[in-house]
């Protein structure tokens, strides 16, 4: 009897998602930035196959599925440009957006590059866009998305946590570390209580990526690289076992 109900379960949830009509929309996290394998008709915007995105479109094969996700987006520039896939029949729509828009790339070249407290200057003024810019910009972007798809289940994913602390002698220190790990938590906590405002689900990604920050000697995220855009974004491990199981626990 449970092995039956389990397969009957099972079907209705492959029955629901061969009906999904899927537009993932974000920024680099979600194009899968730092996961390798760029689509030839992506250009700048990198999106990857090995991206949640994709990967969870290959398993599920849902009646559609449009990948807009670019590489640099902000909140702004997902509501200017990556909209345009949504209809009124999508049924699910991923989106993460946040981190360009307080400067994240920024803040990380100075953390890398300068002092303690410069790192720290750089975090609280990102930090600071977070709390008072950001909720305004996530509005309208979450607004944008129901007006064009409202019967759409909309999943709004957040940002792993960089580092493990205390792990590692090479590199920046704790004092950065513990300040980039910071302004993640307020950077989720900005997206998470919008998302909820909206009527659209966080997925937080932090606890899937426990365990595997830089430093704990396997991690899912790049530390300094070359390509340089590569850097402290997901690698494939990342994409598959961090995001995509948090994704499709929801979706």
Not at 23 to 37: H, N, Q, R, T
Not at 172 to 191: E, P, Y
Request: proline share 3%; with cysteine; charged share 15%.
């Amino acid at each position: 009897m449970l092995a039956t109900a389990a397969a009957l379960l099972a079907g209705a949830g492959t029955a629901q998602a061969a009906g999904e009509r899927y537009v993932a929309l974000g920024d680099s996290y979600s194009s899968g930035v730092g996961a390798g394998s760029y689509l030839s008709d992506s250009g700048s915007c990198k999106r990857s196959s090995r991206s949640y995105p994709a990967l969870w479109s290959a398993a599920n094969a849902p009646a559609s599925f449009s990948f807009a996700a670019c590489s640099g987006a902000t909140s702004t520039t997902v509501k200017n440009s990556q909209l345009g896939s949504l209809t009124s029949t999508t049924t699910l729509v991923s989106v993460s957006a946040g981190g360009n828009d307080i400067g994240f790339a920024d803040i990380m070249g100075v953390c890398v590059l300068q002092s303690d407290q410069a790192c720290i200057n750089a975090v609280n003024e990102g930090t600071a866009k977070a709390r008072n810019q950001l909720p305004g910009q996530l509005d309208q972007l979450y607004s944008s998305i129901r007006s064009r798809s409202p019967q759409a289940r909309v999943m709004v994913l957040g940002y792993p946590r960089l580092y493990k602390l205390g792990s590692c002698i090479v590199g920046i220190g704790d004092t950065k570390r513990k300040a980039l790990d910071d302004a993640a938590d307020t950077l989720n906590s900005v997206i998470s209580q919008r998302a909820a405002a909206a009527g659209y689900r966080f997925i937080d990604v932090r606890g899937a990526f426990s365990g595997h920050e830089i430093c704990s000697g396997d991690a899912w995220i790049h530390s300094t690289r070359i390509p340089v855009d590569e850097s402290y974004h997901p690698n494939s491990k990342g994409q598959q076992y961090g995001y995509l199981p948090s994704f499709d626990a929801i979706a």
